[in-house]
Each structure stands twice: as structure tokens, then as C-alpha cells.
């Protein structure tokens, strides 16, 4: 638990790129009766959430006008961005059943909460910050659909954590990789970082030095169960995605042959 901490601050050795770290450990066990009252538990966080994003959202705006300029975020606007996204996260995390403690009310929570994240400011480039929005977007795409397709069965899931009273490993691993990369693309767009979004099915074990890791997602090595069940997840978005398409198509293509039903019974001569 040593090394879980969040550190905005730039430490020696650091590439130009440093891409967002989540450190989240795993519990062994989770309490029953919190997994099965989880979103009501979080309601209040949801509330503090809705102002925080509405907040973020307007300094990101000045930081995206600011970093244009500087080619950096200010300090105050790169530690309060950080800050929700931390929150957020930590959030998104006990929401998703990853983790059993309850999320403090607080955009700095203590050094030995399971959940942290590690941004670090570093120098953006100006030209890539214009353009932020465009070139998200395809990173954007895949984490809407892996985490549409996580929700579709955000039931089943719970139901089997709650039988369990833990995650099974593959689905850990899967969750865990969902908001991990979730993460690393609103690091991404709120520009706390330059590094594109990557590492969507975990680090490779062999790149990983033997005893370097620090928690269950630092590294994130997966199993082949973790990566199937991450593609089935992008499956099961894109399935969503479609189905949502058409039916809204089906439903508006109704509406207008009723308007149009209606518009002759009104106006039989016309019609």
C-alpha cells in the first residue's frame, strides 16, 4: 500500500507522455449487504458528482483556451481537473464493484485508499490541444462501447458479486480495464495529459519487470478470460448501439406516419 498514492507532481525520469496509472486493489472480499444496497449508497456521491462535472466542464473550457496559449494547464486548473477526475473515478470504481470501501467526499482522499490515479503535468502540444476533440474520438468510441457493453449487464454482474461476495477474476480484470481506459480518456480530453489513450487490454506480461507491480491494475496483466470478456463487452456495445439506432429510427419513421395519418383525417380534400 506504500506506493498508492496520487501525485500530481513531475518526478525524474518521467517520459513526456506519461500516460494516467490506475492503482486499485483488490479486495478478497466484499461485504454482501454493501454490494447489494451499492447504488443507493452512492446516490449522494452522484449528487456532489453532478455539480463537480458541471464545474469541470467550465474550467476545462478556460484550460483549453489556456493551454492554447501556455501550452500547459495552470496549475490551479490542472490540480482541480485531476481532482474530479480522482473523484470520479473512485466513484465509477465502488459503482462498478470493484472495490468495497466507500468513497471519501473529498477531490484528495488519503494515501491508503484502494483507489488512486497518478497524473503528472507535463508540457501539451498546442496544435494537438485544437484539435483535441477530433482526434479523441476514436479512442472515445471504443470506451462507449466497452463500457455500454458492461452496463447491458450491469445486473448479472452484480448478481454474481453478490452470490460470490467478490468479482470473479476475469471480470475483474475486464471491469478493471473498462475504467482504466475510461479514465485515461477524460485524462485525455480535460488535457491532463498529452498521451493518447492506450493499453485497453492491459500491459503485456512479459514487458513487466518480476516484482515491480503494486496493485491489481499496476500493472494490469489479463488473462485470456479478462480479454475475452473485454471483447465481449465491445460486442454486447456495439449490439446496444445498433438496436438503440434502429429502434429510435423505427419509432421516428411511426411518428411520421402518424402525423401523416392525422393530417389527412383533418384535411380529407387536401389529403
Known sequence: M??????????????????????????ARQRRLTVFFRLLLLIPHFVVLFFLEIAAFFTAVFGWFAALVLGRLPEPVFRFLAGV???????????????????????NPAPDYPVQIDVR?????????????????????????????????????????????????????ATAATLRYEMRVSAYVSMLSPAYPKGFFGEDALSVPERQGRSATRPLVMSS???????????????????????RSSSDDTDMWMRQQTGRVEHPSTA
Request: charged share 15%.
Open 85 to 107: 477526475l480522482g473523484y470520479r473515478t473512485r466513484v465509477a470504481a465502488s459503482g462498478m464493484l470493484l472495490i468495497d470501501s466507500y468513497p471519501p467526499f473529498t477531490l
Open 225 to 247: 478470460g479478462g480479454k475475452a470478456l473485454l471483447v465481449f463487452f465491445l460486442v454486447l456495445g456495439l449490439v446496444s448501439a445498433i438496436t438503440t439506432s434502429v429502434t
Open 2 to 27: 506504500a506506493d498508492v498514492q496520487w501525485s500530481p507532481g513531475r518526478r525524474a525520469g518521467d517520459a513526456e507522455e506519461f500516460l494516467p496509472l490506475l492503482d486499485l486493489v483488490e479486495p
Open 121 to 173: 503535468p507535463t508540457r501539451l502540444n498546442r496544435l494537438a490541444v485544437f484539435f483535441r476533440l477530433i482526434l479523441v474520438i476514436p479512442a472515445a468510441v471504443v470506451q462507449s462501447l466497452a463500457t455500454s457493453g458492461w452496463y447491458a449487464l450491469a445486473i448479472l454482474w452484480w448478481l454474481i458479486t453478490l452470490i460470490l461476495g467478490r468479482m470473479p477474476r476475469p471480470l475483474f480484470e
